[in-house]
Protein backbone atom coordinates (compact mmCIF):
# COMPACT_ATOMS: atom_id res chain seq x y z
CA UNK A 1 0.00 0.00 0.00
CA UNK A 2 0.78 3.45 -0.37
CA UNK A 3 2.98 4.83 2.57
CA UNK A 4 3.84 8.29 3.35
CA UNK A 5 7.13 8.98 5.84
CA UNK A 6 7.94 12.64 7.37
CA UNK A 7 10.51 13.19 10.31
CA UNK A 8 8.51 11.62 13.55
CA UNK A 9 10.77 13.91 15.54
CA UNK A 10 10.13 17.26 16.14
CA UNK A 11 12.81 19.65 14.44
CA UNK A 12 14.62 22.33 16.78
CA UNK A 13 16.77 25.46 15.27
CA UNK A 14 18.00 28.26 16.12
CA UNK A 15 16.92 31.45 13.97
CA UNK A 16 18.69 32.54 11.64
CA UNK A 17 19.25 28.50 10.67
CA UNK A 18 17.83 27.10 7.73
CA UNK A 19 15.40 23.88 8.34
CA UNK A 20 15.42 21.15 6.01
CA UNK A 21 12.16 18.76 6.25
CA UNK A 22 11.62 15.57 4.68
CA UNK A 23 8.94 13.81 3.02
CA UNK A 24 9.61 10.14 1.59
CA UNK A 25 7.14 7.86 -0.02
CA UNK A 26 7.05 4.38 -1.26
CA UNK A 27 4.79 2.33 -3.24
CA UNK A 28 3.57 5.41 -5.33
CA UNK A 29 4.30 7.59 -8.31
CA UNK A 30 2.70 10.88 -7.61
CA UNK A 31 2.47 13.37 -10.61
CA UNK A 32 3.30 16.22 -8.20
CA UNK A 33 3.85 16.82 -4.49
CA UNK A 34 2.19 19.28 -2.16
CA UNK A 35 3.33 20.91 1.07
CA UNK A 36 0.88 22.42 3.32
CA UNK A 37 1.62 24.83 7.29
CA UNK A 38 -0.49 23.87 9.99
CA UNK A 39 -0.64 25.48 13.36
CA UNK A 40 -2.09 24.02 16.68
CA UNK A 41 -5.84 23.80 16.72
CA UNK A 42 -5.88 25.69 12.72
CA UNK A 43 -6.99 23.55 9.24
CA UNK A 44 -3.75 22.85 6.75
CA UNK A 45 -2.87 26.16 4.60
CA UNK A 46 -1.20 25.31 1.02
CA UNK A 47 2.45 26.57 0.33
CA UNK A 48 3.99 24.87 -2.74
CA UNK A 49 3.34 22.67 -5.19
CA UNK A 50 6.09 20.49 -7.18
CA UNK A 51 5.44 18.43 -10.15
CA UNK A 52 7.20 15.38 -11.82
CA UNK A 53 9.14 17.16 -14.24
CA UNK A 54 10.46 19.80 -11.54
CA UNK A 55 13.78 19.40 -9.81
CA UNK A 56 13.27 22.69 -7.35
CA UNK A 57 10.62 25.48 -6.93
CA UNK A 58 10.92 28.04 -4.71
CA UNK A 59 9.06 30.55 -3.15
CA UNK A 60 10.06 33.89 -1.10
CA UNK A 61 12.51 31.91 1.95
CA UNK A 62 10.77 27.94 0.76
CA UNK A 63 12.30 26.12 -1.39
CA UNK A 64 11.26 22.43 -2.14
CA UNK A 65 13.13 19.84 -4.44
CA UNK A 66 11.34 16.03 -5.88
CA UNK A 67 13.56 13.56 -6.41
CA UNK A 68 11.61 11.08 -8.13
CA UNK A 69 14.69 8.57 -8.21
CA UNK A 70 15.12 8.38 -4.76
CA UNK A 71 11.13 8.72 -3.87
CA UNK A 72 11.62 11.96 -1.84
CA UNK A 73 11.04 15.45 -1.68
CA UNK A 74 12.82 17.71 0.85
CA UNK A 75 11.31 21.27 2.24
CA UNK A 76 13.54 24.17 3.30
CA UNK A 77 13.21 27.36 5.20
CA UNK A 78 16.08 29.55 4.79
CA UNK A 79 16.67 32.35 7.31
CA UNK A 80 14.16 30.32 9.85
CA UNK A 81 12.30 33.03 11.69
CA UNK A 82 10.13 31.88 15.03
CA UNK A 83 7.37 32.59 13.32
CA UNK A 84 7.69 29.51 11.11
CA UNK A 85 7.44 27.07 14.04
CA UNK A 86 4.46 24.95 13.03
CA UNK A 87 3.84 21.18 11.83
CA UNK A 88 4.55 20.83 7.78
CA UNK A 89 2.65 18.53 5.89
CA UNK A 90 3.40 16.78 2.70
CA UNK A 91 1.20 15.45 0.50
CA UNK A 92 2.01 13.54 -2.88
CA UNK A 93 -0.80 13.34 -5.35
CA UNK A 94 -1.89 12.38 -9.18
CA UNK A 95 -0.29 10.11 -11.38
CA UNK A 96 -3.79 7.98 -11.71
CA UNK A 97 -6.21 10.82 -11.58
CA UNK A 98 -8.65 9.23 -9.17
CA UNK A 99 -8.57 12.89 -6.56
CA UNK A 100 -7.26 11.25 -3.79
CA UNK A 101 -5.19 12.86 -1.69
CA UNK A 102 -3.38 11.39 1.32
CA UNK A 103 -1.01 13.48 3.65
CA UNK A 104 2.39 12.19 5.86
CA UNK A 105 1.96 12.11 9.29
CA UNK A 106 3.93 15.66 9.38
CA UNK A 107 7.06 17.20 10.72
CA UNK A 108 6.89 19.73 13.62
CA UNK A 109 9.50 22.49 13.45
CA UNK A 110 10.28 24.95 16.29
CA UNK A 111 12.74 28.21 15.69
CA UNK A 112 13.82 28.98 18.76
CA UNK A 113 15.08 32.85 19.09
CA UNK B 1 -15.55 35.68 1.62
CA UNK B 2 -14.92 32.33 -0.38
CA UNK B 3 -14.30 29.66 1.80
CA UNK B 4 -14.99 26.33 3.87
CA UNK B 5 -17.02 26.48 7.04
CA UNK B 6 -17.39 23.69 9.70
CA UNK B 7 -19.49 23.54 12.29
CA UNK B 8 -19.96 22.51 14.82
CA UNK B 9 -16.24 23.64 16.02
CA UNK B 10 -16.30 21.87 19.61
CA UNK B 11 -19.04 18.82 19.71
CA UNK B 12 -20.13 16.25 22.45
CA UNK B 13 -21.48 13.11 22.15
CA UNK B 14 -22.63 10.37 24.19
CA UNK B 15 -21.42 6.64 23.06
CA UNK B 16 -23.98 5.20 21.05
CA UNK B 17 -25.25 8.69 19.65
CA UNK B 18 -24.65 8.78 16.29
CA UNK B 19 -23.49 13.15 15.31
CA UNK B 20 -23.39 15.08 11.89
CA UNK B 21 -20.69 17.81 10.99
CA UNK B 22 -21.35 20.23 8.44
CA UNK B 23 -19.10 21.17 5.83
CA UNK B 24 -20.33 24.37 3.41
CA UNK B 25 -18.22 25.36 0.66
CA UNK B 26 -18.48 28.95 -1.67
CA UNK B 27 -15.40 28.65 -4.11
CA UNK B 28 -17.87 26.31 -6.67
CA UNK B 29 -15.34 23.84 -6.04
CA UNK B 30 -16.13 20.07 -7.44
CA UNK B 31 -14.22 17.97 -5.23
CA UNK B 32 -14.62 17.57 -1.31
CA UNK B 33 -13.01 15.67 1.56
CA UNK B 34 -13.39 14.98 5.02
CA UNK B 35 -9.93 13.79 7.40
CA UNK B 36 -9.66 12.88 10.24
CA UNK B 37 -6.53 13.54 12.52
CA UNK B 38 -5.71 12.70 16.28
CA UNK B 39 -3.31 14.05 18.53
CA UNK B 40 0.02 14.18 17.09
CA UNK B 41 -0.97 12.56 14.30
CA UNK B 42 -1.52 13.21 10.19
CA UNK B 43 -4.62 13.24 8.52
CA UNK B 44 -5.89 10.71 7.49
CA UNK B 45 -8.73 10.42 4.85
CA UNK B 46 -11.99 9.54 5.56
CA UNK B 47 -14.56 10.08 2.57
CA UNK B 48 -14.27 12.23 -0.79
CA UNK B 49 -16.00 13.69 -2.96
CA UNK B 50 -15.25 14.28 -6.46
CA UNK B 51 -18.91 15.37 -8.13
CA UNK B 52 -22.03 15.80 -6.71
CA UNK B 53 -24.02 12.92 -5.90
CA UNK B 54 -20.77 10.79 -5.92
CA UNK B 55 -18.41 9.75 -3.37
CA UNK B 56 -15.72 6.97 -2.23
CA UNK B 57 -13.92 5.80 0.42
CA UNK B 58 -11.32 6.95 2.42
CA UNK B 59 -8.62 5.25 3.83
CA UNK B 60 -10.80 4.61 7.10
CA UNK B 61 -14.39 4.66 6.11
CA UNK B 62 -15.72 2.65 8.62
CA UNK B 63 -17.83 3.87 10.84
CA UNK B 64 -18.69 6.92 8.73
CA UNK B 65 -21.14 7.92 6.15
CA UNK B 66 -21.26 11.14 4.00
CA UNK B 67 -24.28 12.73 1.48
CA UNK B 68 -23.27 14.99 -1.42
CA UNK B 69 -26.55 16.03 -2.75
CA UNK B 70 -25.60 19.55 -3.40
CA UNK B 71 -22.45 20.85 -4.72
CA UNK B 72 -21.66 23.18 -1.97
CA UNK B 73 -22.42 21.00 0.99
CA UNK B 74 -20.89 17.63 2.28
CA UNK B 75 -21.80 16.73 5.28
CA UNK B 76 -20.27 13.68 7.50
CA UNK B 77 -22.14 11.73 10.33
CA UNK B 78 -19.90 10.00 12.80
CA UNK B 79 -21.99 6.69 13.40
CA UNK B 80 -22.37 4.82 16.54
CA UNK B 81 -20.31 1.81 14.56
CA UNK B 82 -16.82 4.08 15.05
CA UNK B 83 -15.34 2.67 17.68
CA UNK B 84 -12.85 5.84 18.69
CA UNK B 85 -14.69 8.67 17.35
CA UNK B 86 -12.79 11.61 19.35
CA UNK B 87 -10.59 13.28 17.18
CA UNK B 88 -10.43 16.65 14.82
CA UNK B 89 -11.99 16.50 11.94
CA UNK B 90 -11.34 18.39 9.05
CA UNK B 91 -13.03 19.23 5.91
CA UNK B 92 -11.76 20.60 2.78
CA UNK B 93 -12.27 20.87 -1.13
CA UNK B 94 -10.50 22.20 -4.30
CA UNK B 95 -11.61 22.67 -7.74
CA UNK B 96 -11.29 19.45 -9.43
CA UNK B 97 -10.55 16.19 -8.03
CA UNK B 98 -8.31 15.03 -10.78
CA UNK B 99 -6.02 18.10 -10.94
CA UNK B 100 -2.97 19.11 -8.69
CA UNK B 101 -5.21 22.25 -7.25
CA UNK B 102 -4.69 23.27 -3.51
CA UNK B 103 -6.60 22.29 -0.81
CA UNK B 104 -8.61 24.45 1.00
CA UNK B 105 -9.36 23.34 4.65
CA UNK B 106 -12.08 24.33 6.85
CA UNK B 107 -10.90 25.22 10.95
CA UNK B 108 -11.91 22.22 11.34
CA UNK B 109 -14.39 20.45 14.18
CA UNK B 110 -13.52 18.82 17.44
CA UNK B 111 -15.73 15.29 18.29
CA UNK B 112 -15.28 14.35 21.95
CA UNK B 113 -17.08 11.42 23.05
CA UNK B 114 -18.25 11.43 26.70
Given at each position: SQKIEQNSEALNIQEGKTATLTCNYTNYSPAYLQWYRQDPGRGPVFLLLIRENEKEKRKERLKVTFDTTLKQSLFHIT??????SATYLCAPGGS???GKLIFGQGTTLQVKP | DGGITQSPKYLFRKEGQNVTLSCEQN????AMYWYRQDPGQGLRLIYYSQIVNDFQKGDIAEGYSVS?????SFPLTVTS??????AFYLCASR??????GELFFGEGSRLTVL
Open positions: ASQPADSNT | LNHDREKKEAQKNPTSKAGGA
